[in-house]
Protein backbone atom coordinates (compact mmCIF):
# COMPACT_ATOMS: atom_id res chain seq x y z
CA UNK A 1 0.00 0.00 0.00
CA UNK A 2 2.82 2.18 0.71
CA UNK A 3 4.43 1.82 -2.43
CA UNK A 4 1.65 2.37 -4.15
CA UNK A 5 0.74 6.04 -2.52
CA UNK A 6 4.77 6.63 -3.17
CA UNK A 7 3.59 5.99 -7.09
CA UNK A 8 0.42 7.97 -7.48
CA UNK A 9 2.32 10.89 -5.57
CA UNK A 10 4.89 10.69 -8.58
CA UNK A 11 2.18 10.90 -10.93
CA UNK A 12 0.59 13.84 -9.34
CA UNK A 13 4.06 16.22 -9.38
CA UNK A 14 4.75 15.07 -13.46
CA UNK A 15 1.41 16.38 -14.17
CA UNK A 16 1.74 19.65 -12.25
CA UNK A 17 5.34 20.23 -13.69
CA UNK A 18 3.66 19.89 -16.93
CA UNK A 19 0.66 22.04 -16.27
CA UNK A 20 2.85 24.44 -15.16
CA UNK A 21 5.78 24.06 -18.47
CA UNK A 22 2.84 24.35 -20.18
CA UNK A 23 1.05 27.26 -18.32
CA UNK A 24 4.83 29.32 -18.92
CA UNK A 25 5.38 28.31 -22.75
CA UNK A 26 1.89 29.93 -23.76
CA UNK A 27 2.87 32.73 -22.16
CA UNK A 28 6.29 33.03 -23.57
CA UNK A 29 4.73 32.05 -26.75
CA UNK A 30 2.07 34.46 -26.71
CA UNK A 31 4.74 37.39 -26.07
CA UNK A 32 7.56 36.07 -29.09
CA UNK A 33 3.77 36.45 -31.15
CA UNK A 34 2.85 39.71 -29.78
CA UNK A 35 6.89 41.26 -30.67
CA UNK A 36 6.28 39.58 -34.10
CA UNK A 37 3.05 41.02 -35.04
CA UNK A 38 4.12 44.42 -33.52
CA UNK A 39 7.59 44.18 -35.27
CA UNK A 40 5.37 43.47 -38.38
CA UNK A 41 3.59 46.61 -37.77
CA UNK A 42 6.49 48.60 -37.02
CA UNK A 43 8.09 47.58 -40.66
CA UNK A 44 5.37 48.21 -42.09
CA UNK A 45 4.19 51.58 -40.75
CA UNK A 46 8.25 52.64 -41.71
CA UNK A 47 7.81 51.69 -45.07
CA UNK A 48 4.62 53.88 -45.20
CA UNK A 49 6.14 56.68 -43.61
CA UNK A 50 8.97 56.59 -46.00
CA UNK A 51 6.51 56.25 -49.00
CA UNK A 52 5.05 59.18 -47.70
CA UNK A 53 8.18 60.97 -47.75
CA UNK A 54 9.54 59.94 -51.24
CA UNK A 55 6.25 60.94 -52.31
CA UNK A 56 6.09 64.77 -50.39
CA UNK A 57 9.80 65.15 -51.34
CA UNK A 58 9.11 64.55 -55.18
CA UNK A 59 6.26 66.93 -54.91
CA UNK A 60 7.82 69.63 -53.42
CA UNK A 61 10.64 69.18 -55.66
CA UNK A 62 8.31 69.86 -58.98
CA UNK A 63 7.48 72.90 -57.04
CA UNK A 64 11.00 74.49 -58.07
CA UNK A 65 10.21 74.55 -60.99
CA UNK A 66 7.55 77.90 -60.92
CA UNK A 67 8.87 81.30 -61.13
CA UNK A 68 6.78 83.10 -58.39
CA UNK A 69 6.85 81.35 -54.54
CA UNK A 70 8.91 78.36 -55.14
CA UNK A 71 9.59 77.94 -51.73
CA UNK A 72 5.70 78.37 -50.57
CA UNK A 73 4.77 76.16 -53.51
CA UNK A 74 7.12 73.22 -52.49
CA UNK A 75 6.11 73.35 -48.74
CA UNK A 76 2.06 73.13 -49.94
CA UNK A 77 2.57 70.37 -52.08
CA UNK A 78 4.52 68.54 -49.66
CA UNK A 79 2.06 68.82 -46.88
CA UNK A 80 -1.05 67.69 -49.49
CA UNK A 81 0.95 64.00 -50.57
CA UNK A 82 2.08 63.93 -46.77
CA UNK A 83 -1.16 63.67 -46.25
CA UNK A 84 -2.64 61.76 -48.49
CA UNK A 85 -0.30 58.72 -47.53
CA UNK A 86 -1.50 57.28 -44.70
CA UNK A 87 1.08 55.76 -42.24
CA UNK A 88 -1.05 52.77 -40.28
CA UNK A 89 -4.53 54.09 -40.81
CA UNK A 90 -2.89 57.81 -39.86
CA UNK A 91 -1.59 60.79 -40.81
CA UNK A 92 2.50 61.13 -41.63
CA UNK A 93 3.23 64.50 -39.23
CA UNK A 94 4.98 67.09 -41.31
CA UNK A 95 6.48 70.06 -39.65
CA UNK A 96 6.66 73.31 -41.94
CA UNK A 97 8.92 74.63 -40.24
CA UNK A 98 11.74 71.94 -39.47
CA UNK A 99 10.72 69.06 -41.81
CA UNK A 100 11.43 70.84 -45.13
CA UNK A 101 15.29 71.52 -46.05
CA UNK A 102 15.88 73.26 -49.34
CA UNK A 103 19.17 73.56 -50.81
CA UNK A 104 21.65 72.93 -53.64
CA UNK A 105 22.19 69.06 -55.60
CA UNK A 106 25.84 69.16 -56.76
CA UNK A 107 27.05 66.16 -58.66
CA UNK A 108 30.31 64.22 -57.38
CA UNK A 109 31.42 61.72 -59.93
CA UNK A 110 28.28 59.70 -60.45
CA UNK A 111 25.74 60.92 -57.60
CA UNK A 112 24.26 63.79 -56.34
CA UNK A 113 25.21 65.42 -52.90
CA UNK A 114 22.88 67.35 -51.49
CA UNK A 115 23.87 70.77 -49.54
CA UNK A 116 21.59 72.25 -47.68
CA UNK A 117 20.65 76.02 -47.68
CA UNK A 118 22.94 76.62 -50.43
CA UNK A 119 21.20 78.57 -53.26
CA UNK A 120 20.32 77.91 -55.77
CA UNK A 121 17.16 75.85 -54.38
CA UNK A 122 17.12 73.03 -57.18
CA UNK A 123 16.59 69.81 -54.44
CA UNK A 124 14.25 70.04 -51.07
CA UNK A 125 14.34 66.96 -48.15
CA UNK A 126 11.12 66.12 -46.55
CA UNK A 127 11.56 64.50 -43.04
CA UNK A 128 7.99 62.85 -41.82
CA UNK A 129 7.38 61.53 -38.26
CA UNK A 130 4.79 59.66 -36.05
CA UNK A 131 5.85 60.73 -32.75
CA UNK A 132 5.13 62.53 -29.85
CA UNK A 133 5.00 65.70 -31.70
CA UNK A 134 2.91 64.74 -34.43
CA UNK A 135 -1.29 65.04 -34.25
CA UNK A 136 -1.49 61.50 -34.81
CA UNK A 137 1.16 60.67 -32.46
CA UNK A 138 3.48 57.64 -32.25
CA UNK A 139 2.43 54.65 -34.57
CA UNK A 140 -0.19 52.22 -32.15
CA UNK A 141 1.55 48.78 -31.77
CA UNK A 142 -1.25 45.91 -30.17
CA UNK A 143 0.53 44.58 -27.55
CA UNK A 144 2.88 47.58 -26.70
CA UNK A 145 1.02 48.92 -23.98
CA UNK A 146 1.37 45.16 -21.86
CA UNK A 147 5.01 45.93 -22.07
CA UNK A 148 4.43 49.87 -20.80
CA UNK A 149 4.75 51.27 -24.67
CA UNK A 150 2.59 53.65 -25.55
CA UNK A 151 3.44 52.88 -29.11
CA UNK A 152 6.53 53.50 -31.42
CA UNK A 153 8.29 56.66 -33.00
CA UNK A 154 8.99 56.94 -36.38
CA UNK A 155 10.82 59.38 -38.55
CA UNK A 156 11.81 58.88 -42.29
CA UNK A 157 14.06 61.30 -44.73
CA UNK A 158 13.79 61.78 -48.01
CA UNK A 159 15.40 64.29 -50.72
CA UNK A 160 14.63 64.75 -54.22
CA UNK A 161 15.99 67.10 -56.62
CA UNK A 162 14.77 68.83 -60.12
CA UNK A 163 16.75 67.15 -62.63
CA UNK A 164 19.22 69.43 -64.93
CA UNK A 165 17.98 68.83 -68.93
CA UNK A 166 20.22 68.32 -72.00
CA UNK A 167 17.28 70.14 -74.17
CA UNK A 168 17.18 70.35 -78.36
CA UNK A 169 14.47 72.96 -79.36
CA UNK A 170 14.00 71.48 -82.91
CA UNK A 171 12.15 74.48 -85.19
CA UNK A 172 10.54 73.90 -88.47
CA UNK A 173 11.68 77.17 -90.76
CA UNK A 174 9.82 75.34 -93.43
CA UNK A 175 7.49 77.88 -95.95
CA UNK A 176 4.24 77.16 -94.44
CA UNK A 177 5.62 79.01 -90.83
CA UNK A 178 4.82 82.26 -92.52
CA UNK A 179 1.51 81.25 -93.78
CA UNK A 180 -0.52 83.12 -91.35
CA UNK A 181 0.98 86.67 -92.26
CA UNK A 182 -0.15 85.87 -96.31
CA UNK A 183 -3.25 86.70 -98.27
CA UNK A 184 -3.35 82.68 -98.34
CA UNK A 185 -5.00 82.56 -95.00
CA UNK A 186 -6.73 85.84 -94.66
CA UNK A 187 -10.27 83.85 -94.91
CA UNK A 188 -11.28 80.70 -94.78
CA UNK A 189 -8.92 78.42 -96.94
CA UNK A 190 -8.29 74.75 -98.05
CA UNK A 191 -6.02 72.82 -95.07
CA UNK A 192 -3.10 70.81 -97.57
CA UNK A 193 -4.25 68.02 -94.53
CA UNK A 194 -7.92 68.10 -96.41
CA UNK A 195 -11.36 69.96 -95.72
CA UNK A 196 -11.42 73.17 -94.63
CA UNK A 197 -9.99 75.86 -91.98
CA UNK A 198 -11.03 79.50 -90.91
CA UNK A 199 -8.91 82.27 -91.67
CA UNK A 200 -6.60 84.10 -89.23
CA UNK A 201 -5.61 87.69 -88.71
CA UNK A 202 -2.79 87.72 -90.80
CA UNK A 203 -0.12 90.38 -89.94
CA UNK A 204 1.09 90.95 -93.88
CA UNK A 205 1.10 94.73 -92.98
CA UNK A 206 3.44 94.64 -90.04
CA UNK A 207 5.64 92.61 -91.98
CA UNK A 208 5.59 95.34 -95.18
CA UNK A 209 6.02 97.85 -92.42
CA UNK A 210 9.30 96.26 -90.56
CA UNK A 211 10.53 95.07 -94.16
CA UNK A 212 12.83 98.14 -94.94
CA UNK A 213 12.80 101.26 -92.38
CA UNK A 214 11.10 103.29 -92.93
CA UNK A 215 8.16 101.14 -94.47
CA UNK A 216 9.54 100.65 -98.57
CA UNK A 217 7.34 101.52 -101.76
CA UNK A 218 8.03 100.73 -105.30
CA UNK A 219 7.36 103.06 -108.03
CA UNK A 220 3.51 104.14 -107.77
CA UNK A 221 3.01 101.03 -105.43
CA UNK A 222 2.54 103.77 -102.29
CA UNK A 223 -0.94 103.09 -100.75
CA UNK A 224 -0.96 100.11 -98.45
CA UNK A 225 -5.03 100.53 -98.72
CA UNK A 226 -7.56 99.17 -96.98
CA UNK A 227 -6.57 97.29 -93.81
CA UNK A 228 -6.94 93.57 -93.82
CA UNK A 229 -9.60 92.74 -91.18
CA UNK A 230 -10.53 88.76 -90.44
CA UNK A 231 -14.34 88.74 -91.91
CA UNK A 232 -14.61 92.17 -93.51
CA UNK A 233 -12.14 92.58 -96.27
CA UNK A 234 -12.19 91.95 -99.79
CA UNK A 235 -9.56 92.35 -102.48
CA UNK A 236 -12.24 94.05 -105.08
CA UNK A 237 -12.35 97.70 -104.18
CA UNK A 238 -9.37 98.06 -102.19
CA UNK A 239 -7.44 101.38 -103.29
CA UNK A 240 -4.49 99.88 -102.57
CA UNK A 241 -4.71 97.26 -105.35
CA UNK A 242 -5.01 98.02 -109.37
CA UNK A 243 -6.22 95.62 -111.52
CA UNK A 244 -4.27 95.36 -114.64
CA UNK A 245 -6.07 92.02 -116.41
CA UNK A 246 -4.33 90.98 -119.24
CA UNK A 247 -6.32 91.10 -122.37
CA UNK A 248 -8.39 93.34 -121.13
CA UNK A 249 -8.82 97.14 -120.44
CA UNK A 250 -7.94 98.62 -117.46
CA UNK A 251 -10.67 100.81 -115.62
CA UNK A 252 -9.01 102.32 -112.82
CA UNK A 253 -9.51 105.88 -112.53
CA UNK A 254 -6.31 106.23 -110.38
CA UNK A 255 -4.10 104.59 -113.34
CA UNK A 256 -5.11 107.34 -115.87
CA UNK A 257 -5.14 110.25 -113.61
CA UNK A 258 -1.29 108.90 -112.37
CA UNK A 259 0.02 108.22 -115.55
CA UNK A 260 -1.04 111.96 -116.75
CA UNK A 261 0.62 113.07 -113.53
CA UNK A 262 4.03 111.36 -114.87
CA UNK A 263 3.64 113.37 -118.32
CA UNK A 264 2.36 110.46 -120.57
CA UNK A 265 -0.59 111.86 -122.72
CA UNK A 266 -4.23 110.98 -123.26
CA UNK A 267 -2.94 109.26 -126.25
CA UNK A 268 -0.52 106.99 -124.53
CA UNK A 269 -2.46 106.98 -121.04
CA UNK A 270 -5.09 104.73 -123.61
CA UNK A 271 -2.62 103.03 -125.02
CA UNK A 272 -1.10 101.61 -121.77
CA UNK A 273 -5.15 101.54 -120.55
CA UNK A 274 -5.52 98.69 -123.36
CA UNK A 275 -5.11 95.30 -123.38
CA UNK A 276 -4.71 94.95 -126.86
CA UNK A 277 -1.08 93.82 -127.25
CA UNK A 278 -0.45 91.88 -123.97
CA UNK A 279 0.32 88.51 -125.96
CA UNK A 280 3.50 89.55 -126.16
CA UNK A 281 3.93 92.82 -124.17
CA UNK A 282 1.84 92.22 -120.80
CA UNK A 283 4.79 92.33 -118.61
CA UNK A 284 6.18 95.32 -120.08
CA UNK A 285 2.89 97.33 -119.91
CA UNK A 286 1.99 96.69 -115.93
CA UNK A 287 5.19 97.39 -115.29
CA UNK A 288 4.74 100.94 -116.79
CA UNK A 289 1.67 101.50 -115.12
CA UNK A 290 3.40 100.67 -112.15
CA UNK A 291 5.87 103.10 -112.36
CA UNK A 292 8.56 100.43 -112.63
CA UNK A 293 9.53 101.43 -116.07
CA UNK A 294 9.13 104.30 -118.48
CA UNK A 295 7.96 103.79 -121.76
CA UNK A 296 9.65 105.61 -124.76
CA UNK A 297 6.61 105.27 -127.16
CA UNK A 298 8.05 107.62 -129.75
CA UNK A 299 4.45 109.26 -130.18
CA UNK A 300 4.41 112.91 -131.02
CA UNK A 301 3.18 114.72 -128.23
CA UNK A 302 4.11 111.98 -126.14
CA UNK A 303 6.51 111.84 -122.78
CA UNK A 304 9.46 110.75 -125.15
CA UNK A 305 8.49 111.51 -128.20
CA UNK A 306 11.82 109.67 -129.70
CA UNK A 307 13.49 106.07 -128.25
CA UNK A 308 10.34 104.18 -129.79
CA UNK A 309 8.34 103.42 -133.34
CA UNK A 310 5.45 105.41 -132.16
CA UNK A 311 2.96 102.32 -132.33
CA UNK A 312 0.77 101.28 -129.78
CA UNK A 313 2.38 98.67 -128.29
CA UNK A 314 5.11 98.65 -125.04
CA UNK A 315 8.16 96.87 -127.16
CA UNK A 316 11.12 95.43 -125.11
CA UNK A 317 13.18 98.24 -126.83
CA UNK A 318 10.90 100.61 -125.83
CA UNK A 319 11.75 100.17 -122.01
CA UNK A 320 13.52 101.76 -119.36
CA UNK A 321 14.04 100.29 -116.37
CA UNK A 322 12.90 102.62 -113.47
CA UNK A 323 13.11 100.79 -110.52
CA UNK A 324 15.33 98.26 -109.73
CA UNK A 325 13.92 94.82 -108.25
CA UNK A 326 14.67 95.58 -104.53
CA UNK A 327 16.12 91.97 -103.65
CA UNK A 328 18.15 90.75 -106.40
CA UNK A 329 20.08 88.22 -104.59
CA UNK A 330 20.40 84.41 -104.78
CA UNK A 331 21.51 82.32 -107.34
CA UNK A 332 17.98 83.16 -109.49
CA UNK A 333 17.50 86.57 -108.84
CA UNK A 334 13.65 87.74 -109.51
CA UNK A 335 12.93 90.37 -111.58
CA UNK A 336 9.71 92.50 -111.52
CA UNK A 337 8.56 90.12 -114.84
CA UNK A 338 8.30 87.51 -111.95
CA UNK A 339 5.93 89.33 -109.72
CA UNK A 340 4.19 90.59 -112.72
CA UNK A 341 3.74 86.47 -113.78
CA UNK A 342 2.73 85.68 -109.79
CA UNK A 343 -0.12 88.22 -109.77
CA UNK A 344 -1.46 87.70 -113.03
CA UNK A 345 -1.31 83.78 -112.58
CA UNK A 346 -2.50 80.50 -110.10
CA UNK A 347 -0.97 80.78 -106.40
CA UNK A 348 -1.80 79.90 -103.04
CA UNK A 349 -2.94 83.35 -102.46
CA UNK A 350 -5.51 83.15 -105.63
CA UNK A 351 -6.72 79.46 -104.57
CA UNK A 352 -7.83 81.00 -101.62
CA UNK A 353 -9.38 83.97 -103.32
CA UNK A 354 -9.16 84.76 -107.14
CA UNK A 355 -10.13 87.86 -107.17
CA UNK A 356 -6.31 89.30 -105.99
CA UNK A 357 -5.40 87.63 -109.88
CA UNK A 358 -4.66 90.97 -111.58
CA UNK A 359 -4.63 93.07 -108.67
CA UNK A 360 -1.29 94.77 -108.24
CA UNK A 361 0.00 96.62 -105.48
CA UNK A 362 2.05 96.60 -101.98
CA UNK A 363 -0.09 93.74 -100.26
CA UNK A 364 0.40 91.37 -103.44
CA UNK A 365 4.01 92.15 -103.56
CA UNK A 366 4.96 90.97 -100.04
CA UNK A 367 3.08 88.60 -100.07
CA UNK A 368 5.09 87.65 -103.35
CA UNK A 369 8.09 88.04 -100.97
CA UNK A 370 6.63 85.54 -98.37
CA UNK A 371 5.41 82.79 -100.77
CA UNK A 372 8.00 82.78 -103.45
CA UNK A 373 11.17 84.44 -102.65
CA UNK A 374 11.01 83.25 -98.79
CA UNK A 375 14.75 82.06 -98.41
CA UNK A 376 17.27 84.16 -97.11
CA UNK A 377 19.20 83.47 -100.30
CA UNK A 378 16.28 85.63 -101.93
CA UNK A 379 15.44 87.87 -99.54
CA UNK A 380 17.01 87.79 -96.23
CA UNK A 381 15.09 90.95 -95.43
CA UNK A 382 12.53 88.66 -94.34
CA UNK A 383 14.62 87.67 -91.29
CA UNK A 384 13.93 90.40 -89.61
CA UNK A 385 9.97 90.86 -89.90
CA UNK A 386 7.07 89.34 -87.63
CA UNK A 387 6.32 86.24 -90.15
CA UNK A 388 3.60 83.70 -88.47
CA UNK A 389 3.34 81.60 -86.74
CA UNK A 390 7.59 81.53 -87.09
CA UNK A 391 7.90 84.93 -85.03
CA UNK A 392 5.21 83.42 -82.17
CA UNK A 393 8.01 80.34 -82.30
CA UNK A 394 10.77 82.82 -81.47
CA UNK A 395 9.19 84.60 -79.25
CA UNK A 396 8.41 81.39 -77.21
CA UNK A 397 12.11 80.04 -77.22
CA UNK A 398 13.14 83.39 -75.97
CA UNK A 399 10.48 83.28 -73.37
CA UNK A 400 11.22 79.34 -72.13
CA UNK A 401 15.27 80.77 -72.18
CA UNK A 402 14.34 83.68 -69.96
CA UNK A 403 12.91 81.09 -67.35
CA UNK A 404 15.37 78.93 -67.88
CA UNK A 405 17.74 81.65 -66.52
CA UNK A 406 16.11 83.14 -64.05
CA UNK A 407 15.66 79.58 -62.37
CA UNK A 408 18.90 78.32 -62.40
CA UNK A 409 18.14 75.50 -63.44
CA UNK A 410 21.28 74.15 -64.90
CA UNK A 411 19.59 73.38 -68.05
CA UNK A 412 21.37 73.10 -71.35
CA UNK A 413 20.07 73.57 -74.71
CA UNK A 414 20.83 72.99 -78.44
CA UNK A 415 18.99 74.69 -81.59
CA UNK A 416 18.41 72.29 -84.57
CA UNK A 417 16.12 73.48 -87.46
CA UNK A 418 14.90 71.84 -90.73
CA UNK A 419 13.26 72.39 -94.34
CA UNK A 420 14.53 69.84 -96.85
CA UNK A 421 17.27 69.06 -94.47
CA UNK A 422 18.09 69.12 -90.95
CA UNK A 423 20.34 71.61 -89.86
CA UNK A 424 22.36 71.77 -86.54
CA UNK A 425 22.23 75.61 -85.29
CA UNK A 426 23.68 75.79 -81.77
CA UNK A 427 25.76 73.03 -79.60
CA UNK A 428 24.28 72.00 -76.61
CA UNK A 429 24.99 75.13 -74.39
CA UNK A 430 28.23 74.30 -72.57
CA UNK A 431 29.62 77.07 -70.47
CA UNK A 432 33.34 77.74 -69.84
CA UNK A 433 31.84 78.50 -66.18
CA UNK A 434 28.75 78.38 -64.58
CA UNK A 435 28.14 82.37 -64.82
CA UNK A 436 28.68 82.87 -68.23
CA UNK A 437 25.45 79.99 -68.62
CA UNK A 438 23.10 82.79 -69.00
CA UNK A 439 25.14 84.29 -71.91
CA UNK A 440 25.35 81.05 -73.79
CA UNK A 441 21.59 80.07 -73.12
CA UNK A 442 20.55 83.66 -74.61
CA UNK A 443 22.41 82.84 -78.15
CA UNK A 444 19.85 80.26 -78.58
CA UNK A 445 17.00 83.37 -79.42
CA UNK A 446 20.00 85.21 -81.05
CA UNK A 447 20.66 82.34 -83.50
CA UNK A 448 16.77 81.69 -84.00
CA UNK A 449 16.22 85.63 -84.39
CA UNK A 450 17.97 85.16 -87.96
CA UNK A 451 16.20 82.65 -89.42
CA UNK A 452 13.02 82.79 -91.37
CA UNK A 453 10.21 80.60 -92.91
CA UNK A 454 11.74 78.98 -95.97
CA UNK A 455 15.04 79.90 -95.04
CA UNK A 456 17.05 77.45 -97.47
CA UNK A 457 14.24 75.46 -98.81
CA UNK A 458 10.09 75.60 -98.03
CA UNK A 459 9.55 72.16 -97.60
CA UNK A 460 9.14 69.76 -94.46
CA UNK A 461 11.57 66.81 -93.04
CA UNK A 462 10.28 66.73 -89.46
CA UNK A 463 12.50 63.14 -89.31
CA UNK A 464 15.78 65.31 -90.02
CA UNK A 465 15.26 67.35 -87.52
CA UNK A 466 14.43 64.98 -85.18
CA UNK A 467 17.85 63.34 -86.15
CA UNK A 468 19.64 66.10 -85.10
CA UNK A 469 18.36 66.00 -81.88
CA UNK A 470 18.89 62.87 -81.41
CA UNK A 471 22.69 63.42 -82.49
CA UNK A 472 23.49 66.05 -80.42
CA UNK A 473 22.09 64.70 -77.56
CA UNK A 474 24.19 61.81 -77.92
CA UNK A 475 27.39 63.72 -78.39
CA UNK A 476 29.89 64.44 -75.97
CA UNK A 477 27.87 67.69 -74.89
CA UNK A 478 25.30 65.96 -73.43
CA UNK A 479 25.35 65.10 -69.67
CA UNK A 480 25.20 61.38 -68.73
CA UNK A 481 23.33 63.10 -65.98
CA UNK A 482 20.69 64.98 -67.48
CA UNK A 483 17.44 63.81 -68.65
CA UNK A 484 17.30 63.88 -72.74
CA UNK A 485 14.27 66.32 -74.10
CA UNK A 486 13.63 67.38 -77.41
CA UNK A 487 10.72 70.17 -78.12
CA UNK A 488 9.19 70.19 -81.08
CA UNK A 489 7.74 73.45 -82.96
CA UNK A 490 5.30 72.24 -86.59
CA UNK A 491 2.86 72.50 -88.22
CA UNK A 492 3.36 68.73 -87.80
CA UNK A 493 2.72 68.27 -92.26
CA UNK A 494 6.40 66.67 -93.67
CA UNK A 495 6.54 65.84 -97.16
CA UNK A 496 9.99 64.98 -97.41
CA UNK A 497 11.40 60.90 -96.94
CA UNK A 498 14.31 59.47 -95.14
CA UNK A 499 16.52 60.18 -98.37
CA UNK A 500 15.80 64.51 -98.35
CA UNK A 501 13.21 64.15 -101.25
CA UNK A 502 10.16 65.37 -101.76
CA UNK A 503 7.11 63.37 -101.70
CA UNK A 504 4.31 65.33 -101.45
CA UNK A 505 1.64 65.98 -98.72
CA UNK A 506 0.27 63.54 -96.63
CA UNK A 507 2.76 61.01 -98.07
CA UNK A 508 3.51 58.17 -96.00
CA UNK A 509 6.85 57.77 -96.45
CA UNK A 510 7.29 61.78 -94.84
CA UNK A 511 5.14 60.40 -92.00
CA UNK A 512 6.77 57.50 -91.29
CA UNK A 513 10.20 58.71 -91.47
CA UNK A 514 9.20 60.97 -88.71
CA UNK A 515 7.56 58.63 -87.08
CA UNK A 516 10.89 56.50 -86.78
CA UNK A 517 12.90 59.29 -85.70
CA UNK A 518 11.01 60.32 -83.18
CA UNK A 519 10.89 56.45 -82.11
CA UNK A 520 14.75 57.00 -82.26
CA UNK A 521 14.57 59.59 -79.53
CA UNK A 522 12.41 57.32 -77.25
CA UNK A 523 14.74 54.54 -77.33
CA UNK A 524 17.11 56.79 -76.10
CA UNK A 525 15.02 57.48 -72.97
CA UNK A 526 14.63 61.04 -74.46
CA UNK A 527 11.39 62.89 -73.61
CA UNK A 528 9.18 64.88 -76.38
CA UNK A 529 7.28 67.42 -76.27
CA UNK A 530 5.22 68.62 -79.11
CA UNK A 531 3.88 71.81 -80.05
CA UNK A 532 1.75 72.61 -82.67
CA UNK A 533 1.33 75.97 -84.36
CA UNK A 534 -0.35 77.85 -87.22
CA UNK A 535 -3.83 78.00 -88.73
CA UNK A 536 -3.37 74.41 -90.70
CA UNK A 537 -1.75 72.19 -87.97
CA UNK A 538 -1.95 68.39 -88.28
CA UNK A 539 -3.05 67.68 -84.58
CA UNK A 540 -3.01 64.04 -84.95
CA UNK A 541 0.58 63.78 -86.16
CA UNK A 542 1.81 65.91 -83.42
CA UNK A 543 0.22 64.22 -80.65
CA UNK A 544 1.41 61.00 -82.22
CA UNK A 545 5.20 61.94 -82.43
CA UNK A 546 4.82 63.58 -78.62
CA UNK A 547 3.96 59.66 -77.89
CA UNK A 548 1.67 61.06 -75.16
CA UNK A 549 -1.25 63.09 -74.87
CA UNK A 550 -0.35 65.38 -71.99
CA UNK A 551 3.05 66.24 -74.26
CA UNK A 552 0.67 67.70 -77.24
CA UNK A 553 0.91 71.13 -76.71
CA UNK A 554 -1.97 72.90 -79.30
CA UNK A 555 -1.36 76.62 -79.50
CA UNK A 556 -5.04 78.03 -80.97
CA UNK A 557 -5.48 80.52 -84.33
CA UNK A 558 -8.65 81.89 -83.07
CA UNK A 559 -8.62 85.73 -83.24
CA UNK A 560 -7.47 87.44 -79.54
CA UNK A 561 -9.57 90.29 -79.10
CA UNK A 562 -7.19 91.39 -76.83
CA UNK A 563 -3.85 91.45 -79.17
CA UNK A 564 -5.59 92.94 -82.20
CA UNK A 565 -7.62 89.74 -83.55
CA UNK A 566 -3.88 88.12 -83.61
CA UNK A 567 -4.38 84.12 -83.08
CA UNK A 568 -4.52 83.41 -79.81
CA UNK A 569 -0.84 81.13 -80.24
CA UNK A 570 0.82 84.78 -80.47
CA UNK A 571 0.53 84.74 -76.66
CA UNK A 572 -0.44 81.22 -75.50
CA UNK A 573 3.27 79.94 -77.27
CA UNK A 574 5.12 82.14 -74.87
CA UNK A 575 2.65 80.72 -72.09
CA UNK A 576 3.44 77.06 -72.91
CA UNK A 577 7.51 77.29 -73.32
CA UNK A 578 7.30 79.83 -69.98
CA UNK A 579 5.87 76.12 -68.80
CA UNK A 580 8.10 74.03 -70.25
CA UNK A 581 10.67 75.63 -69.13
CA UNK A 582 9.92 75.04 -65.95
CA UNK A 583 8.97 71.74 -66.17
CA UNK A 584 11.31 69.78 -64.69
CA UNK A 585 12.06 66.04 -64.37
CA UNK A 586 12.54 65.41 -60.60
CA UNK A 587 14.17 62.00 -59.26
CA UNK A 588 15.16 61.10 -55.58
CA UNK A 589 18.76 61.27 -54.42
CA UNK A 590 18.62 60.17 -51.22
Not at 213 to 233: E, R
Not at 265 to 277: A, D, H, P, Q, R
Not at 290 to 297: I, N, R, V
Request: negative net charge; proline residues 5%.
Amino acid sequence: MHLRRRKGQSKLRRASVMVQSLIFGSTVGLGVAALAVDTGLMFSAKQELQNAADAAALAAASQLGVSTDPAGAAAQEAAIYAAKNKVAGGGSGLDIQTGIIFGHAVLDGEKYDFRPSEAPYDSVQITLKRDATASDGPVSLLFAKTFGMDGASLHASATAMVVPRDIAVVIDCSGSMNDDSELRHYKEFQSESGGTRPGVQINLKECWQLLESPSPSWGQMTNWGNDIILGSYAPVGDPGLWKIQKNSSCTEDAVATELAARGYSSTEVNCLKSGSGDNSYYRNRVRVILGLADWKSGKTGGKYPSGGNGDNYVQDSELTNKVAFPYPTGTSSATWNDYVDYVSGSSEMTSTDANFRYRFGIKTFVNFLLENRGAHSQTPNLAQVPEQPLQSVKDAVQAMIDVIIDLETQDHVSLEVFAQYGSHAHDLTVPPSPEQLAAELLEIPATLNGYQAGHITSVTNIGAGFEKARIELSSERARTSAAKVVMLLTDGKPNVNSSDVYVGDNNPQAISWAEDRAQSLTDMGATIYTIGVGGDVNADLCQDLAGDPDRYFFADNTPDPEHGGQPMYVTQLQQIFQTLGGKRPVRLIR
